[in-house]
């Protein structure tokens, strides 16, 4: 692997945190706890089903909520329109994980500085991700793309819009029932005191 690309696999490597799939970054979307950014990508594919969004929250692991979502009895449930806007639907949640964990994730994002971010998908996905071939990596590699325009952005002159995170009003996204509401942290992420701590407590609130 080139000195040039920061990679990532399984969640306990260096880079594991970037992945949708660590526990490490729990989120929460109108005052409501979320395991992780995969839960909440794989919740926002239901907006009029609030049943499915809930079956996929509470799943203990976001292989399991991806499984719920995915199944088949919940396949023809997902909005008809997700194929198209599924990429402005995972920036989302790259912007609410960041938003919650400002300074550790943050730390992961900066410190892939200048470098190209690949996520290694073991499963052939080669959309999201890029898979190790004969050639070397091929893919689309979606994800990555999105983790860099979202690390540019924070290492941009100007970073304060990220600190306020609503959805897309033409995406029409549903959480539980309700639209989801806008959630500014300007003011609390200027504090000196912005920690893990901290925002692991305001989580748990």
């Known amino acids: 692997m080139g000195m040039d690309i920061v990679s990532f696999l399984k969640t306990d490597e260096a880079f594991g945190g970037l992945s949708n799939m660590s526990g490490e970054f729990p989120i929460a979307v ?3 706890r979320v395991l ?5 990508y794989q919740a926002l594919k239901f907006p009029d089903h609030p049943d499915v969004q809930q079956s996929i929250l509470s799943k203990p692991s976001p292989i ?4 719920i979502a995915k199944s088949k009895v919940n396949r023809e449930k997902v909005r008809r329109d997700w194929d198209e806007i599924q990429l402005e639907v995972m920036d989302f949640c790259l912007k609410v994980k960041l938003l919650w964990h400002w300074v550790r994730f943050g730390k992961l994002l900066r410190s892939a500085e200048g470098k190209e971010i690949v996520e290694i998908s073991s499963k052939r996905d080669t959309y999201w991700g890029k898979v190790d071939g004969e050639e070397g990596l091929v893919g689309e ?4 793309k ?3 325009k979202l690390r540019d952005e924070l290492l941009g002159e100007c ?3 990220l600190r306020v995170v609503s959805p897309p009003a033409h995406l029409n996204l549903r959480f539980l029932g309700e639209e989801i509401r806008v959630k500014d942290r300007r003011n609390h992420l200027r504090q000196v005191g912005t ?3 901290v925002v692991v407590n305001e989580l748990r609130a």
């Open 141 to 144: 590699n979606n994800l990555g």
């Open 159 to 161: 970073n304060e819009h």
């Open 64 to 67: 399991h909520c991806k499984m």
């Open 195 to 197: 920690s893990t701590s």
């Open 146 to 148: 999105l983790l860099m």
């Open 30 to 32: 109108n005052g409501v």
């Open 36 to 40: 992780t950014s995969e839960h909440l």
